[in-house]
């Protein structure tokens, strides 16, 4: 693996870090997350060609499509149980659609996790760095979890801090 593939690594899961540790005190966080994100992606795409294995970019991929349909199912659930309440639709009705909207998403998170999880036993199959494994699996496991906010997002956590320590733990390459 490259020094800048590392590099991004790195800076980007240090961002999603701070975003998910400041999210619910600093307004405006998501930005720094999402660049965190793009930053993770350029690594797992370029470590992907880097290593030889085309499969990573292909499960870092269906991970993401899939978090982002669930992503918008759960933001259109929000979305009408907030007007619905506004509108004061009965009420067992609006609680079962954001019901099954919030099950539909739940699912979804665990499925691209599921993904995540196969891209990082890939990235420590290739590098030999067990905590790619091991961070992914925690964050697949906090998935499941995250029914129960605290539990699924404290590992959640753990997971992306050890997936920080194995990008750490990589000895890079030079290219060419």
């Known amino acids: 693996m490259s020094k800048n593939t590392r590099m991004y690594g790195i800076i ?8 998910m540790v400041l999210g619910f005190v600093v307004p405006g966080i998501g930005i720094i997350q999402l660049i965190g ?4 992606l350029l690594a797992y795409f370029n470590s992907s060609k880097e290593l030889g294995e ?4 292909k499960y870092v991929l269906y991970a993401l499509v899939i978090a982002i349909v669930g992503s918008i199912i759960a ?10 309440g506004v509108k004061k639709i009965s009420l067992s009705k609006l609680s079962g659609g954001a019901l099954v909207g919030f099950i539909i998403a ?6 691209a996790s599921s993904f995540w999880y196969k891209a990082n036993i890939l990235m420590s199959d290739k590098t030999a760095v067990n905590l790619f494994k091991t961070g ?3 964050i697949f496991i906090g998935a499941i979890g995250s029914i129960i906010f605290r539990i699924g ?4 956590l ?10 750490i733990n990589v000895r890079p390459v030079e290219t060419a």
């Not at 980007?12 to 975003?19: A, D, M, Q």
């Not at 085309?54 to 970019?57: F, G, T």
């Not at 933001?75 to 619905?84: F, K, N």
């Open 12 to 19: 980007g899961l240090i961002l999603i870090l701070v975003g």
């Open 37 to 40: 994100l793009i930053l993770i």
């Open 54 to 57: 085309p499969l990573i970019k």
């Open 75 to 84: 933001s259109v659930t929000t979305g009408t149980t907030l007007i619905g």
């Open 106 to 111: 739940w699912i979804l998170t665990i499925i």
């Open 136 to 138: 992914g699996l925690l």
């Open 153 to 156: 997002s404290i590992l959640m």
């Open 158 to 167: 753990i997971g992306y801090i050890l997936l920080l320590i194995a990008f």
